[in-house]
């Protein structure tokens, strides 16, 4: 019976002079730890979850957020919950009501009428910059992102054809060699799948395929105005599509987050 005694105190001599220290079960010095992701990246993938799900149309405007269910979802702390909420609040993607949490943001009619002004602002400043710099390789990667696009289409998966046709315009604003254009133009475009989840007639296309098409050959031909011509005609006819009328739809947050 004296022997755990001893090697207690065994333990006990091993540790540094004025210190204690608990001497744990051998089967707590077994048990595995689980490595806690870097809250860094733990708030990153909140926020792309959320901003990927608006860009979607999966999360549609006036979409509570819990802070309780992110918690859940992402087994993050409330602290890191309310950091990203406060970013996406910051770029227009949730509205943070006082003692009611976080929606995702529903545009007003006014807001979407300035939303297309800037955004044809912004884009014909874009795509006359890419006409002037994109190179062949860049040409091709478009038209690879355009071959992507039709497939969407034509399998009629309206999720994916969103989320390419805003990618689509994300990167002309690469192209464009402006990182201030292309930080406006997310803004922007994040801000414009909110007005389509909202206003959208079900059904429209959020961009025309075509249209795309004949923006990537003014803009391998290098034709400026050409292109800044047709991109205001297509923002136009995407304004036109969206009808100032709320679609409504109540998944749950962890599907419409792509998480269940």
Not at 10 to 36: F, I, L, N, Y
Not at 54 to 80: D, I, N, W, Y
């Amino acid at each position: 019976m004296a022997r755990p005694a001893v090697r207690r105190a065994a333990a006990a001599r091993a540790t540094p002079a004025g210190k204690t220290t608990a001497v744990r079960s051998p089967r707590a010095a077994r048990a595995p730890v689980a490595a806690a992701a870097p809250p860094g990246d733990v708030e990153q993938r909140i926020y792309d979850s959320v901003f990927e799900g608006v860009m979607g149309h999966r999360l549609p405007p006036g979409t509570k957020l819990p802070e309780q269910a992110l918690c859940a979802l992402f087994e993050a702390s409330r602290s890191t919950v309310r950091k990203v909420l406060q970013r996406l609040a910051h770029d227009h993607i949730v509205e943070l009501r006082p003692n009611k949490g976080a929606i995702v943001a529903s545009p007003t009619p006014e807001e979407t009428r300035q939303i297309f002004e800037a955004r044809r602002a912004v884009e014909a400043a874009i795509v006359r910059l890419a006409a002037r710099h994109a190179t062949r390789e860049d040409v091709a990667d478009l038209r690879r992102q355009l071959a992507r696009e039709h497939e969407a289409v034509h399998r009629f998966d309206q999720p994916a054809w969103s989320r390419l046709a805003s990618t689509f315009h994300l990167r002309l604003a690469q192209l464009a060699r402006n990182p201030i254009l292309e930080r406006y133009l997310v803004e922007l475009v994040s801000r414009c799948s909110l007005i389509v989840a909202l206003y959208e007639a079900p059904g429209n296309a959020s961009c025309e395929h075509d249209e795309h098409g004949a923006l990537v050959d003014c803009i391998a031909r290098g034709d400026a105005e050409g292109a800044v011509r047709l991109m205001g005609d297509h923002l136009t006819t995407l304004e036109r599509h969206v009808e100032l009328r709320q679609h409504t739809a109540s998944p749950s947050l962890g599907r419409m987050l792509g998480l269940a």
